[in-house]
């Protein structure tokens, strides 16, 4: 398992797609939290936050996690190195598990430089240290279960097809419905309980709760057994060639 973690990661980097996603990742953020005009600029609301992170970030990630795990199982089954991998004496979850956990340390790699946007509104609010450091902390556990739920949803996707493109749409377009498409659903629906329940589906209401600052342990079950679904899927489908 540990080979084929290392072995994934060293091909992020090895294709520069690692780069190209931490690059694009910050210069999308940054772009709109320092230098875009209008109300999600820091300097121009006047705010000590930084909310328009956490606002874009979800909506960047949409993309550039699929574009990350898209290659996982899409490029072994196109080339036909899924069988040896198959063969080796890890186990079906152990290989799902070291791809996603790669997934996951190109998430956090791209997530640690916006640290310094925290740091330079403490450091610029006045007085000194006027942010809502326990909601920015929130923020950033929130943003993290969302990013591993998408790259999930990526890996599971990735296991059903040998077309990397159709993995990359299909992905971005399940991400996106399991982040505001229960959201859509629920204006739709003319029941109230029915409403609380279908919003509560979607990673949107998770996050937001997240956000407040406050680790409610029913946003971490959520998140928890919502990258558990997808990576069981993805473990299933790759023992189903075992069944052919």
């Known amino acids: 398992m540990y080979s084929i973690y290392i072995k994934e990661i060293v091909s992020f980097f090895a294709s520069i797609t690692g780069c190209v996603v931490i690059i ?3 210069a999308l953020t940054g772009w709109f939290m320092w230098l875009n005009p209008g109300e999600f600029n820091i300097l121009d609301s006047g705010y000590a936050n930084i909310d328009t992170l956490f606002f ?3 909506w960047v990630f949409l993309f550039l996690i699929p574009a990350i795990t898209m ?17 080796y004496p890890t186990g079906e979850m152990q290989l799902v598990v070291a791809k996603y956990f790669a997934a996951i340390t190109l998430i956090l790699l ?3 430089p916006c640290l310094v946007y925290y740091f330079t509104v403490y450091f610029i609010g006045n007085p000194v240290g006027n942010i809502d450091t326990g909601g920015v902390w929130g923020s950033f556990v929130g943003l993290f279960f969302l990013a591993s ?4 949803i990526g890996i599971f996707v990735s296991s059903l097809t040998d077309s990397q493109i159709v993995a990359f749409i299909v992905s971005a377009v399940l991400c996106f419905f399991v982040y505001s498409g ?3 659903i629920a204006l739709l629906s003319p029941l109230k309980p029915v409403n ?3 919003v509560s589906m979607g990673i949107n209401e ?3 709760s997240l956000s407040r600052g406050v680790i409610d342990l029913r946003d971490l079950i959520y998140f928890v057994a919502l990258i558990s679904i997808f990576i069981g899927g993805a473990r299933l489908k790759l023992q189903s060639r075992r069944w052919q």
């Open 71 to 87: 290659r996982s199982f899409a490029e072994e089954r196109k080339t036909g190195t899924i069988e040896l991998l198959l063969t």
């Open 24 to 26: 694009v990742f910050l």
């Open 56 to 58: 874009i970030a979800p």
């Open 149 to 152: 739920a998408y790259a999930s």
């Open 206 to 208: 998770h996050y937001k």
């Open 196 to 198: 609380t329940f279908l």
């Open 110 to 112: 791209s997530l640690t």
């Open 182 to 184: 229960f959201d859509g």
